[in-house]
């Protein structure tokens, strides 16, 4: 096994997933396409450093750290911070400044990294500083309801705050979602049928630049030994 993961539950509106995670050897994953953004803090041999990731646009190969551990907060879509847009993150990440003890910069000031435990308390201040701020727009627009503003308007906010235009976060999301029923078994025509491909092309096309893999080998991948 190359990760022990772990993650809870949270009540804010403004958070997906807090997620912990171990590396114990190094080498690499196909990291897939993800809609959404997320703070990163990492502990390597005696060394800490917060990494912002942004929405990733297609599969790569991505370098595992060996011994490393990991603490991850994924934001929900809509949710963004104005001082790192998310439309200047996608495919890429930034290391964000660290200062002498357990503390990093973050616009113009210190902030101690978050742990497991007061993750929660660390999003809270961030709201409370008006550095992370969610656009009810991303929901509305997600859920078909209806907009009180102009299609472009809706657009512009909705790139504003995801960084992903509408059309290519649900291109990601559908690949997610076929994955997901791959992992559990569903043969390949009904996860066509479900998920709304043209045929199983299309899915196979999706699949091998959001997930980095075929349908075929990922029903190969999950089944027993």
Known sequence: MIFIFDSKNTASPFVEAIWRTQSLLGGSFISPAVSTWEMVVTRQYGKIMMNVRGPETRATLAPIPENAEFLGITFKQGTFMPYLPVRNLVDAAVNLPTSSGNAFWLNGSLWQFPDFENAETFISKLVRQDLLVNDAVVQ?????????????????????????TFKALQQIERARQASQLLEEAVPILEVVHLTGYFD???????????????PAQMLKSNQPE
């Open 200 to 214: 199983q092309s299309h899915l196979t096309n999706s699949l091998k630049r959001f997930i980095g893999q075929t």
């Open 140 to 164: 509305d627009a997600l859920l078909d309801r209806r907009q009180q503003i102009s299609v472009r308007s809706m657009q512009r906010r909705f790139v504003n705050a995801t960084g992903l």
